[in-house]
C-alpha cells in the first residue's frame, strides 16, 4: 500500500514569491492534515480536513496561508507570499476515519527553505 | 501546560533495550498514551498506544504505571535504525488533536 505523498521533497525561493505544497493522502482516508515543523521542535497542526472540508484550520496564517482539497482527495497548500520566517517542514497526514485523530499516517514532508 | 515531560535526549547501546521515559502526571482517565517516532527526515509514524494497562507489539512495548503517571516505552533490542526523536503524546480517544512536544531524541551507538 503507498503511503502519503508529498511534493516537491525540498523547494527554496525568495522571499515574497509564492510556494505551493502537494499531498496525495492514503487511498480511503477521509481526514487530512497539514503540519508545519520548525527545527527542532514537535509538528504543529495548520489545518484538518475531513473530506472536502476544512474543519480546523484555526491555526492557519490566512492572511498568506491558503488551501484546498477539492474532490476530497490530495491536496494543495499555499503560502502567498512567503517570508524568511516561513522556513519549515511541510508536512502532511492522513487517518482513515472521520473523527479519530490518534492514529496518523505522514508523508515525508516538503522541506522549505526561504532567502 | 505542558501535559508530557520527556527527557530531551538518551543514547543506547546497538543490541540493548532502549527504555523511553515520559511523565504525564495530569493525564486523566479517559486520556490515552500514545508514542510516536521521527526517523530523520522523514514523517512522524505511530508505534505504540495505551490505556492502562501494558501492550506489545512488533515495534515496541509500553509499560504504565498503576497510577498512569507515567510511562516507559521500550524497544527490546535497539538497532540503529531506531535512532530518532520519541514523541509521548497525551490524548482523548476521539476527536482531539495530536499535540507534539519536543521528543527525546534516541542515538543508538555501535
Known amino acids: 500500500e503507498a503511503g502519503v505523498v508529498q511534493s516537491p521533497r525540498y523547494k527554496i525561493i525568495e522571499k515574497k514569491q509564492p510556494v505551493a505544497f502537494w499531498c496525495n493522502p492514503i487511498?480511503?482516508?477521509?481526514?487530512l492534515y497539514w503540519y508545519r515543523q520548525n527545527l527542532g521542535q514537535g509538528p504543529e497542526l495548520l489545518i484538518r480536513y475531513e473530506n472536502e472540508e476544512a474543519v480546523d484550520d484555526s491555526q492557519l496564517p490566512k492572511d498568506r496561508f491558503s488551501a484546498e482539497r477539492l474532490k476530497g482527495v490530495d491536496s494543495t497548500l499555499k503560502i502567498q507570499p512567503a517570508e524568511l520566517g516561513d522556513s519549515a517542514v511541510y508536512l502532511c497526514?492522513?487517518?482513515?476515519?472521520?473523527?479519530?485523530?490518534?492514529?496518523?499516517?505522514f508523508g515525508p514532508g516538503t522541506r522549505l527553505l526561504v532567502l | 501546560d505542558a501535559k508530557t515531560t520527556q527527557p530531551p535526549s538518551m543514547d543506547c547501546a546497538e543490541g540493548r533495550a532502549a527504555n523511553l521515559p515520559c511523565n504525564h502526571s495530569t493525564i486523566s482517565g479517559n486520556e490515552y498514551v500514545y508514542w510516536y517516532r521521527q526517523i530523520h527526515s522523514q514523517g512522524p509514524q505511530y508505534i505504540i498506544h495505551g490505556l492502562k494497562n501494558n501492550e506489545t507489539n512488533e515495534m515496541a512495548s509500553l509499560i504504565i504505571t498503576e497510577d498512569r503517571k507515567s510511562s516507559t516505552l521500550i524497544l527490546p533490542h535497539a538497532t540503529l535504525r531506531d535512532t530518532a526523536v520519541y514523541y509521548c503524546?497525551?490524548?482523548?480517544?476521539?476527536?482531539?488533536?495530536?499535540?507534539f512536544g519536543t521528543g527525546t531524541r534516541l542515538t543508538i551507538i555501535p
Open positions: 487511498s480511503g482516508h477521509n481526514t
Open positions: 497526514a492522513s487517518s482513515p476515519r472521520v473523527g479519530r485523530q490518534e492514529t496518523q499516517y
Open positions: 503524546i497525551v490524548i482523548i480517544f476521539g476527536n482531539e488533536k495530536l499535540t
